[in-house]
């Protein structure tokens, strides 16, 4: 079951609605006058953003040097900036 925050609208009045993925479209046709709604604090998340290597980096302290192996290697094939 999935929750889908919704809100009127004419009113301005704001729910959240259970329901199944597949009975979403339903709903939304039979009741036109309710919208999706996304707050910060409802929106869903995308993940993170940013550079991966970064976050790595700064996170754990010993990266670079596995990234420094890993372009040593013989067979490397991706060659990473450092």
Excluded: C
Aim: hydrophobic share 30%.
């Amino acid at each position: 079951m999935a929750t889908y925050p919704v809100k009127n609208k004419e009113t301005g009045e704001t729910k959240d609605v259970v329901m199944s993925v597949h009975a979403w479209d339903d709903w939304i046709k039979e009741n036109p006058d309710w919208e999706r709604y996304y707050t910060p604090d409802n929106a869903p998340g995308f993940g993170e953003v940013g550079e991966w290597k970064d976050k790595l980096r700064v996170t754990k302290p010993g990266w670079n040097e596995v990234l420094e192996k890993v372009q040593k290697a013989p067979s490397a094939r991706q060659k990473f900036k450092l």
